[in-house]
């Protein structure tokens, strides 16, 4: 079946550092990626996706790119802000009318 | 535009007794999900309704647990009776299918259950 593994946090940055949050898949098919994000006391909100090999989704500085050689979607900002602490949860989608199967999500916690 | 609605925000309640979580999903929207988000097991998809039909409850723990959507605009999670371990965040997921696989879905802002 599909799966999703996401690296363990919590992710703990002062701000302006670089951020990865390291994805891969496992999937029968060709899925769609996608990066959601769920804020304190929120339900998660898509954050970027990717359809196909070799898109870059991007959205508020944060980049990933489907790589599908490697089955990865790595999450990278340049530069973090405060205003990033979140849980990140990597997702994909088979195209069953976006069913989605998560990652366990990771905890960003960015400060000053 | 209102988002998915969810209520109540918070319950807490004990065991044994009937839990029922409400959902009301975004206008237009043919897909509707239920999700359960715990520490320990992450993000889990309980059941899904296309066009208010069950489509998929495989996620669905056991017998306890009930969803219905009399219509477009509603449905409810129902647990009966309730355990300790169903303490968790419920969410409602809505979208609208494109023939495309976007993945975009819109989240309530969740039902935190505490059985005690």
């Known amino acids: 079946g599909d799966s999703v593994t996401q690296m363990e946090g919590p992710v703990t940055l002062s701000e302006e550092a670089c951020l990865t949050i390291n994805c891969t898949y496992t999937a029968t098919g060709y899925p769609s990626l996608f990066w959601y994000v769920q804020y304190p006391g929120e339900g998660l909100q898509l954050l970027l996706k990717?359809?196909?090999?070799?898109d870059k989704g991007s959205n508020k500085g944060f980049e990933a790119t489907y790589r599908k050689e490697t089955t990865s979607f790595h999450l990278e900002k340049g530069s973090v802000q405060v205003s990033d602490s979140a849980v990140y949860f990597c997702a994909l989608s088979t195209g069953t009318a976006s069913k989605l199967t998560f990652g366990t999500g990771t905890r960003l916690q960015v400060t000053l | 535009d209102a988002g998915v609605i969810q209520s109540p925000r918070h319950e807490v309640t004990e065991m044994g007794q009937e839990v029922t979580l409400r959902c009301k999903p975004i206008?237009?929207?043919?897909?509707l999900f239920w999700y359960r988000q715990t520490m320990m097991r992450g993000l889990e998809l309980l059941i899904y309704f296309n066009n208010n039909v069950p489509i998929d409850d495989s996620g669905m723990p056991e017998d306890r647990f009930s969803a219905k959507m009399p219509n477009a605009s509603f449905s409810t999670l129902k647990i009966q009776p309730s355990e300790p371990r169903d303490s968790a965040v419920y969410f409602c997921?809505?979208?609208?299918?494109?023939?495309?696989?976007?993945?975009?879905?819109?989240f309530g802002e969740g039902s935190r259950l505490t059985v005690l």
């Open positions: 997921a809505s979208t609208h299918w494109v023939g495309t696989n976007t993945g975009e879905l819109f």
């Open positions: 206008s237009g929207h043919d897909y």
């Open positions: 990717a359809t196909k090999a070799d």
